[in-house]
Nanobody, 125 residues
Framework: QVLLVESGGGLVQAGDSLRLSCAAS????????MGWCRQAPGKEREVVAS????????DYADSVKGRFTISRDNAKNTVYLQMNSLKPEDTAVYYC??????????????????WGQGTQVTVSS
C-alpha cells in the first residue's frame, strides 16, 4: 500500500503563490501515476494536474493551465504542485492521489486508487 501525506497548504491572498508537496511511503516503485485533485464547496472533485510515472507527460485542468505546475522527484518519492497567481476560486481542499499504471496519468479522479488526507488552500480576495 502507498501512503500519501500532503503539506504546504495555507491562507494566502489573491496573486500569491504556494507550493504543495506530497510525500509517498510504502510500496513506492517507479510505476505510479500521480495527480493533484481539489474539492471545493458545491463542486465535484476534479483533477487539476496529473503527471505520468516518469514525468513524461502532464495534464492540467483549463482553470489552472498556465498558473499551476506539477512536477515529481522520484528519487525523493515526492510530487509537487507549484501554484502561482492564486485566485479566490482556487480555494479548496487539495489532495494528492496515486495509481499504479504506466500510461498517461488519469484526469478522472475516480481512477485513482490512493489518496492523501488533504490540505486546505484558502485564497482571500
Amino acid at each position: 500500500q502507498v501512503l500519501l501525506v500532503e503539506s504546504g497548504g495555507g491562507l494566502v491572498q489573491a496573486g500569491d503563490s504556494l507550493r504543495l508537496s506530497c510525500a509517498a511511503s510504502g510500496r513506492t516503485n517507479s510505476g505510479y501515476a500521480m495527480g493533484w485533485c481539489r474539492q471545493a464547496p458545491g463542486k465535484e472533485r476534479e483533477v487539476v494536474a496529473s503527471i505520468r510515472w516518469d514525468g513524461g507527460t502532464t495534464d492540467y485542468a483549463d482553470s489552472v493551465k498556465g498558473r499551476f505546475t506539477i512536477s515529481r522527484d522520484n528519487a525523493k518519492n515526492t510530487v509537487y504542485l507549484q501554484m502561482n497567481s492564486l485566485k479566490p476560486e482556487d480555494t479548496a481542499v487539495y489532495y494528492c492521489a496515486a495509481k499504479y499504471m504506466y500510461g498517461r496519468a488519469p484526469i478522472d479522479p475516480n481512477e485513482y486508487d490512493y489518496w492523501g488526507q488533504g490540505t486546505q488552500v484558502t485564497v482571500s480576495s
